[in-house]
Nanobody, 121 residues
Framework: QVQLVESGGGLVQAGGSLRLSCAAS????????MAWFRQAPGKEREFVAA???????EYADSVKGRFAISRDNAKNTVTLQMNSLKPEDTAVYYC???????????????WGQGTQVTVSS
């Protein structure tokens, strides 16, 4: 069982940066693949970035080169550094954990409650 709590969302101007954090409980955190998804109003939840239990990364094309995902297994945390933010990045961002290395929502077993990111133009 893994419990996830996101933090770090907020309001930022276009071109600015935000750093999201996800704190995980559970002794087996280091064995899970971790990801960030987002959901904008009226849209489906979509994959943003993932980091595997051995540190491999994947990114959605829309955020590649702007966002960076990392994990600290000693602290049971996953971080999403978001730079050069655009208004279209506005969404609720969710942290998720899975024992599978996939980009699909259905593959993730554990989810946080989400944190709002709003980018103004």
């Amino acid at each position: 069982q893994v419990q996830l709590v996101e933090s770090g969302g907020g309001l930022v101007q276009a071109g600015g940066s935000l750093r999201l954090s996800c704190a995980a409980s559970g002794r087996t955190f280091s064995t899970y693949n971790m990801a960030w998804f987002r959901q904008a109003p009226g849209k489906e939840r979509e994959f943003v970035a993932a980091v595997s239990w051995i540190g491999s990364n994947e990114y959605a094309d829309s955020v590649k080169g702007r966002f960076a995902i990392s994990r600290d297994n000693a602290k049971n945390t996953v971080t999403l550094q978001m730079n050069s933010l655009k208004p279209e990045d506005t969404a609720v961002y969710y942290c998720a954990a899975s024992d599978k290395w996939r980009r699909t929502i259905e593959s993730y077993d554990y989810w946080g409650q989400g944190t709002q990111v709003t980018v103004s133009s």
